[in-house]
């Protein structure tokens, strides 16, 4: 059996490709390309979160939330969180903490690096029926509650590093 696994060629330990930085931080806001493998077979869907645990909020900060993914799909490719995107319609995506409707790259206030956690979820349910406007927090918990296995991979940002 595959092990279940999470890759993207645009980010590298401890690395944050700057394309993907929000535009008030210099960025073109585009979002990473994200492949996975070895889905557990008893996976109904998929999800695939970007988290910032460091934000100085009560909540960190959701910055991608991308749900209803097939379990036959097996990459998002960069640029898919652009609801211009050709690939946006794969999965649902909906709101983040900029209050945005799909990716919203990092932008921390200034001071330490922050961790960008981009998690891919293995669901037991064939898909959540929301608003694209739920609340990232709400929404998050529900993923968490249905899923089945989890692989993740982080990235470092900070203000002003090139």
């Given at each position: 059996?595959?092990?279940?696994?999470?890759?993207?060629?645009?980010?590298?330990?401890?690395?944050?490709?700057?394309?993907?930085?929000?535009?008030?931080?210099?960025?073109?806001?585009?979002?990473?390309?994200?492949?996975?493998?070895?889905?557990?077979?008893?996976?109904?869907?998929?999800?695939?979160?970007?988290?910032?645990?460091?934000?100085?909020?009560?909540?960190?900060?959701?910055h991608w939330m991308v749900i209803n993914i097939?379990?036959?799909?097996?990459?998002?490719?960069?640029?898919?969180?652009?609801?211009?995107?050709?690939?946006?319609?794969?999965?649902?995506?909906?709101?983040?903490?900029?209050?945005?409707?799909?990716?919203?790259?990092?932008?921390?206030?200034?001071?330490?690096?922050?961790?960008?956690?981009?998690?891919?979820?293995?669901?037991?349910?064939?898909?959540?029926?929301?608003?694209?406007?739920?609340?990232?927090?709400?929404?998050?918990?529900?993923?968490?509650?249905?899923?089945?296995?989890?692989?993740?991979?982080?990235?470092?940002?900070?203000?002003?590093?090139?």
């Amino acid at each position: 059996m595959e092990k279940f696994f999470i890759y993207s060629p645009n980010i590298e330990d401890g690395k944050f490709h700057l394309p993907q930085v929000y535009p008030m931080c210099g960025g073109d806001n585009i979002s990473p390309e994200i492949r996975w493998s070895g889905i557990p077979k008893s996976a109904k869907s998929l999800a695939l979160t970007m988290f910032d645990p460091d934000a100085p909020t009560d909540h960190g900060w959701w910055h991608w939330m991308v749900i209803n993914i097939p379990v036959n799909i097996a990459l998002l490719p960069e640029g898919a969180g652009d609801p211009r995107s050709e690939y946006f319609d794969i999965g649902f995506q909906t709101i983040n903490d900029y209050g945005e409707i799909g990716y919203g790259g990092p932008c921390p206030p200034p001071g330490p690096a922050h961790r960008y956690i981009i998690t891919i979820y293995a669901l037991d349910v064939e898909g959540f029926e929301v608003d694209r406007k739920i609340n990232p927090q709400i929404l998050s918990e529900a993923i968490q509650k249905h899923a089945i296995d989890s692989v993740s991979i982080m990235a470092l940002y900070q203000r002003g590093w090139r």
